[in-house]
């Protein structure tokens, strides 16, 4: 099926049926943030809108739960436009599982290597978990230790075993010895870390025997020095060269950390780790094989709702939708799109629990990918709250300048309503200022100055109307659109959504 960038999503007309602005597929696909305080109708109003709008043009695609009648809800809009078919749930009972993974390690495009497609993954995820920490420190050291001892727990875990799974990696986190319980030389060292060590060197020398028995005598003798013959083993097997670089980095530089700063770094990591081992988030997303992959949405249309909602699961469903969410923006960025490729929207409520540190620099290029983002948060504290580190507040600017779509609900949110009003911008105002001259007796003047005032006064978004029985179930709002104006040249309209208002299909 082939997709028309200018397609009209919504054709926004006056109260006279003159349309005053066709917002399209391209502008969709630029994204859209939905915010407004708690019951100013962003469910019911403008996210379940531009929901139906989306599935009824066909557009595929991920949506994230926090509620545990999120399910119901997207079951019912599937419904009301006929989408049901295409709707997978990963969820309690549901048998759709997707394995990140397994799905890692069959990237197509191989641009990188399994294990710093695995460890972007793990990373950016980790991180993300530990941002909504109120302990979290984006201090370089601590950052770098984590993402240093994730990467050599992932390579240790493929050169023993070939392949990685989050138990193995766990297991391996939380027995690697520290510097003060060294175990005796007459002691066998037991633990996942050691049986993994031991496993991996049996393979690597099995491998340094082959290319040792292909050695010819003259060769044998150039290499006759211990050092030579290392430096050549190294050179020739790529094996060797990953596990001595992780021997140095358990023997030399993990286990000399002070215990006070490996146990930070162990207990982060294996309480992230943790996290996803608790089922059903196991059993989802680590534990089977694929049923579900991001080539259903994509290729097939499918939209993926994940069941996990975080009222319900806590810091473990957010973690493991964050990483579900990621794992399917790098798939949606790599596909080779087309002008008529397939549009993809990801759609969460209450977005804020679920950013990480790569969602700025996706969604700065995600339209070149046909991916439009649908976020609904209540105010700008709630994302301030959730980024993690000393800039903050530049990172939530930089997210908030690639919404192309912002809707203002009714809020009571101070600052929000000031960015608000700042972006709907001002106008002039002439005002009449008389003046009285006492020196030259008595004259009078009056004189008129330009003034600017904002369109739209912060205390006005107090007042949009919530819907429910009251107000005729409709909610008001302010929508800015960035990338085109309306008919009467300004890039922002107060619309009006309905509560119960259906899609013509
Ligand atoms: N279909 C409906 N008909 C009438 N009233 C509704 C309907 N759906 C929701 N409401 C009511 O309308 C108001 C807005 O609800 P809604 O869930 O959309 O708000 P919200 O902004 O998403 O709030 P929250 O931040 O708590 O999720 C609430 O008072 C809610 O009880
Ligand atoms: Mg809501």
Redesign the pocket.
């Known amino acids: 099926m082939e997709y028309n960038l200018d397609s009209t999503v919504v054709d926004f007309t006056g109260s006279n049926g003159v349309s005053q602005m066709k917002y399209s597929v391209r502008d969709s696909i630029a994204h859209t943030l939905i915010l ?10 403008s ?2 809108f531009f929901s139906l709008k989306y599935l009824s043009m066909g557009y595929a695609g991920i949506v994230l739960t926090t ?1 545990p009648d999120d399910k119901k809800q997207f079951i019912e809009y599937c419904k009301i436009v006929n989408r049901l078919d295409d709707l997978i749930v990963i969820g309690v009972g549901e048998k759709n599982y997707f394995n990140f993974l397994e799905y890692e390690s069959t990237d197509k495009t191989n641009v990188k290597s399994y294990t710093s497609n695995v460890l972007e993954i793990l990373k950016t995820a980790f991180q993300a978990s530990e941002e909504q920490n109120e302990s979290y420190s984006d201090d370089p050291f601590w950052v770098s230790s984590r993402n240093m001892l994730v990467y050599n727990v992932l390579e240790l875990c493929l050169l023993a075993y070939e392949k990685v799974s989050i138990k193995n990696i766990y297991d391996i986190v939380t027995s690697i010895p520290s510097s003060e319980n060294t175990t005796p030389p007459d002691k066998k060292i037991t633990g996942s870390f050691a049986h993994a060590v031991e496993t991996a060197r049996v393979k690597v020398n099995s491998q340094v025997e082959t290319f040792l028995k292909q050695l010819d005598t003259d060769q044998r003798k150039a290499l006759n020095e211990e050092h030579l013959m290392e430096a050549a083993i190294l050179e020739a097997i790529q094996d060797a060269k990953r596990l001595k670089a992780v021997d140095r980095f358990f023997i030399q530089q993990y286990r000399d950390l002070s215990s006070k700063t490996r146990s930070i770094i162990d207990l982060s990591v294996s309480g992230f780790l943790f996290n996803l081992m608790q089922e059903p988030i196991y059993s989802l997303l680590c534990g089977h094989s694929s049923t579900v992959t991001p080539e259903d949405c994509l290729n097939n249309g499918k939209i993926v709702l994940i069941d996990l909602p975080v009222k319900l699961y806590d810091k473990a469903g957010r973690d493991a939708q964050i990483l579900f969410k990621y794992c399917f923006q790098r798939a949606f960025e790599k596909r080779d799109v087309q002008q008529k490729s397939r549009p993809v929207f990801i759609i969460a ?2 977005a804020q629990l679920f950013l990480h540190p790569k969602d700025a620099d996706f969604q700065s290029t995600a339209r070149s990918s046909h991916v439009a983002i649908l976020y ?1 948060t ?1 105010n700008l504290a709630s994302f301030y709250s959730s980024m993690g580190g000393a800039k903050y507040k530049e990172k939530v600017d930089y997210l908030l300048g690639n919404f192309n779509t912002i809707i203002f ?1 009714a809020n009571t949110h101070q600052e929000t309503n000031k960015y608000a009003s700042e972006l709907l911008g001002y106008e002039e105002m002439v005002e009449e200022s008389h003046s009285e001259n006492y020196s030259n007796n008595f004259s009078f003047g009056k004189s008129e100055s330009k003034k600017l005032k904002p369109r739209v006064r912060p205390e006005e978004f107090v007042k949009l109307k ?4 009251e107000n005729n ?1 409709l ?1 008001e709002a302010y929508m800015h659109i960035q990338s085109k104006p309306f008919s009467n040249g300004l890039h922002f309209k107060k619309v009006t959504f309905h ?2 208002w259906m899609p013509n299909i």
């Open positions: 407004g305080q708690t019951g100013s109708g962003k469910t019911s109003g996210a379940r509620k409520d209450e609904i209540q609900h919530s819907g429910t029985f179930y909610v509560q119960n």
